[in-house]
């Protein structure tokens, strides 16, 4: 703060919260977030993909394998 009790600290935010922010307004409205939600991430400077979240994506894979592998060593016990 200054002198004159203004904020002279930058207002940082995450950028996702906007992006969800604006999504979730979208769908309120009872619009489809799909190509004005694509042009808004592209605005942003981040590339849509239809398969989502790449990290996500990865995380779902390792967690199937580990529900096949259970899956797997229980029906192999109970045979």
């Known amino acids: 703060m ?7 600290d ?3 935010f995450n950028p996702w919260s906007i ?4 999504f979730h307004h979208l769908v309120s409205e009872g619009l489809h977030p799909g190509p ?5 991430l592209r605005a942003l400077g981040i590339t849509p ?8 994506s ?4 390792r967690d ?12 192999v016990e109970s045979s």
């Not at 990865?58 to 894979?61: A, F, G, L, P, R």
């Open 58 to 61: 990865e995380q779902t894979k």
């Open 36 to 40: 004005p939600a694509a042009q808004l």
């Open 10 to 12: 930058p207002e940082t």
């Open 19 to 22: 992006v969800n922010l604006v």
């Open 64 to 75: 199937l394998e580990k529900i096949r592998a259970a899956f797997d060593v229980s029906h």
């Open 2 to 8: 200054n002198g004159d009790g203004e904020n002279t």
């Open 49 to 56: 993909a239809a398969e989502g979240s790449r990290q996500a």
